[in-house]
C-alpha cells in the first residue's frame, strides 16, 4: 500500500467516524440546549398562548426556503437550489450508499449516476454565484464576516472533487490523490458543521418560536429586575 | 478612555443621563439582571451563534432604503447588541477575553448603540425577512431598555411617563375636572352636529368595557373619540371611563419593561375596581399591542382585552350598527399601524368597516402585514426635536405610497401613526390628504334614527331620518 492508501483508510475510518461522532454529538447538543432553552422560557412566560399557526407557518416558508422568495429573488432561488443539491446528492448518492452499506448493511434507492452528476455540477455552481453574489450586493457584502464568503466554497470541495473522481477523463491529477481530497473536505466539513454557521441545519426550526416566546414576558420580570438593581422604588 | 459624546445625542435627555458615571458597568449589570429574570435569554444565545448575514432585511427597511448607510441595515444594528452579549455572556465570548482578545465595551459604544436603536421604530417588518427568524424589533426593545438602566432615554418618553405613573395619572397630564369637560363639550358636539344625545359614561360599577383610548386624543382627536361613543351607543353596550386611570398610552413598550408593567397593572387595576368586565382600548396601536400583554402580567384571570375595531366590526356584521345610505364619497386608503398589523391580530376588521362604509376605498401597496411603518413608530413620535429625520429618510416611503393611492382620507387607528402621517404629509407637499381614524368616518354615516339639525348649515349631512344627502 502507498502513503496515500494509507491515509485514504484512515480518512475514511477512524477521522470520518470521529468527524461524524463529533457532529452529532456537537449538534445534539445545540439541540438538548436550545430545547431546554424553549421549554424554560415557556415556563416563565406569564402568557402562555402561543399563536401557533403563525410560528409553525413562518418555520415551515423557512425551512422550505419559499419565503426567501419573496425579496432578492435570484438569491433566494439560488440558496433554494444550493441546498437542495448539497442535500440529496451525498445521502443519495449510490457510491455513498454502497460504503454505507458494506459498513453497516444498510441500504436504500439511489440517484441515477447522471442526475447525481448533473445536480454536483449544480451545486458547485451555486455555491459560487452564492459568494459572487454576497460579493457584489453590497449590504450583503459589508455584513460579511469571513466565514460568510469562505463556507459556500469549503461546502463546494467535496462535490468538486467528488465530481473529478468519478469523471476520470476530466481528472488531471491522480484518482487516489482527488479521492483523498474528496473524503479529507468531506472530513473536514463533518466537523465544522456544529462550530460554524453550518449548525443552522438543527437550530433553524427552532428560531421562530423563540423570537415568539421572547415577547412572552414573565409577570413579574420588570419589578424583579429593579428589585436586582436596587432601583425597584427609585423615583421615575 | 476618550471624551463622550453624550451630549449630542439627536434626541433630549435628562440631566440626569449626563451625570451618569460607570456607565459600561451598569449596563451590564442591568444585562445581567435582564436576562436573569426575564425571557430574552433563549433568542439572544441563538441569534449570537445564528446570523446569516444576507441582507435580507436592508431590502425591507424603509429607513436603510432612505438612508443608504450601514448602520441603519436591521442586521447591523441588532450585532451591536449581540456583540456584547457575545462578550459577556458566552462562554466563548468569557474564553476569548481571557487570550486578550475582542471588545471591550465602552462609553462611546453605548453612544453608538444610544444613537442607532433609536433611529429604528422598531416596526419589525424585517422581522419575516430574516431566514433566521431575527427579529431585529426585539433587539431594539431589548437594546432601549438596557439603555434606559443608564438612564438613556428620550425626554419626550421620560417626561410622559413620570407623568402618568407619578404625575397627574396620564401622559398628556389632563386632571380628572378637564376631562370631565372635555366630555361635556363632545356631548355637546354630537348633539348639536348629530342631533342625538350621547353621554360619556364615568365610573360605572359593573360595565362590560372599560375604555382606555389614547389620552392624547382627548385634546386631538375629538372625532374619533365622539366615533367611539356613537358606536357604543348606537349597540346599546355598557361601558365606562374610569376616572382612576383612562390613559391608554404606554411608553414603557417603547423603552422599558419595567415601566410597561407598572402601566399594565394599572390598567388591569382600573378595570378591577370598577368591576369591569374587560378592557375596551381605544384606536391607539401600541396601547392595543401594550394592552395584549395584560393576560402575561394580569395572570389567568386578567380581564379580556379588546380593541374597539373588532368590536365595531362586530357589531357591523351582526348587523347592530345602523348605517345611513350614502356612504363617503372621497378617496379613503388605510394605513396597518405596526403594532395591531404587524402580528396579523387587526387587520382585516379596519377594511372591511371602510369597505362598509366608503364609496371608494384604495389600498396602499404594500399593505397588511406587510406594510411600511409611518416614520414614527417606537415612540419617535413624541421625540419632535427629530421631526426633519422622521418625516424625511423614514417617512418618505410612506409619503410615496400615500401619494400613489391618490386618496383623501389617509385613515389610521392610532393615534401616533395619526400625529406622525399628518406631518409626513404637510412636510413632504400631500397638502389635500387629511389624516383621520376609522371611527371618525364611521361617525359620519352612522344613522342615529333622529332628524340631524343644521339642515341649512353646508357641512351638515341630511334633514331627517328619511337620510338622502350628499356631500
Known sequence: ?236 | MGKTTRDTYSYFVEQKALDVTERPRKFLEAFAAVLDHGNYGVALETYSRLSAKCGRCAATCQLYEATGEDRDIPCHRTELLLRVFRRYFTQSGLLKARLGQGFVLTDEYLDEMAEEYYRCTACRRCKSSCPLGIDHGLITHLARYLLSEIDVIPKALLVATREQLEGVGNTSAIPVPALKDTCEFLEEELEELYGVKITYPFDVEGAEFVFFPAVSDYLMEADTLMGNAAVMHVTNASWTIGTGNYDGINYGLFYSDRMMERIVNNVIAETRRLKGRKILVGECGHATRSAWYVPAFGGPDAPPVINCLEYAWEMLEAGRIPLKDEKIAERVTYHDPCNIARSGRIVEQPREILKAICADFVEMTPNRTENYCCGGGGGTVSIDEIRAFRTGPLGRRKAEQVRATGAHYLVSPCANCKKQLAEVCEDNGLDDVEVVGVHDLLLKVIDFGVPEPGENDADSESDGSGEEDQE
Open chain 1, 1 to 236: 500500500m502507498t502513503t496515500i492508501d494509507v491515509l485514504l483508510e484512515w480518512l475514511r475510518g477512524p477521522v470520518f467516524w470521529a468527524g461524524l461522532i463529533f457532529m452529532v454529538l456537537g449538534l445534539g447538543r445545540h439541540v438538548v440546549l436550545t430545547l431546554y432553552g424553549i421549554i424554560r422560557t415557556y415556563r416563565k412566560a406569564g402568557d402562555k398562548n402561543i399563536p401557533v399557526r403563525q410560528v409553525v407557518g413562518a418555520t415551515l416558508r423557512w425551512i422550505f426556503l419559499t419565503q426567501g422568495l419573496k425579496n432578492r429573488l435570484l438569491y433566494g432561488i439560488n440558496t433554494l437550489v444550493f441546498h437542495i443539491c448539497i442535500i440529496v446528492v451525498p445521502l443519495f448518492l449510490a457510491g455513498h450508499i454502497a460504503l454505507v452499506n458494506q459498513a453497516t448493511g444498510l441500504s436504500w434507492p439511489a440517484l441515477p449516476n447522471g442526475l447525481a452528476t448533473a445536480l454536483t455540477v449544480i451545486a458547485i455552481i451555486a455555491a459560487v454565484t452564492i459568494v459572487i453574489q454576497r460579493v457584489a450586493f453590497t449590504t450583503a457584502r459589508r455584513l460579511s464576516r469571513f466565514q460568510d464568503f469562505v463556507m459556500p466554497l469549503i461546502v463546494a470541495i467535496p462535490f468538486a472533487t467528488g465530481f473529478l473522481v468519478m469523471h476520470p477523463t476530466w481528472n488531471p491529477f491522480p484518482y487516489q490523490f482527488m479521492l483523498f481530497l474528496h473524503v479529507l473536505s468531506g472530513d473536514l466539513i463533518l466537523f465544522l458543521i456544529p462550530v460554524t454557521k453550518l449548525s443552522h441545519m438543527v437550530l433553524l426550526p427552532g428560531t421562530q418560536i423563540i423570537s415568539e416566546l421572547a415577547w412572552h414576558f414573565p409577570p413579574d420580570a420588570g419589578h424583579r429586575v429593579g428589585v436586582t438593581l436596587g432601583k425597584a422604588n427609585d423615583p421615575i
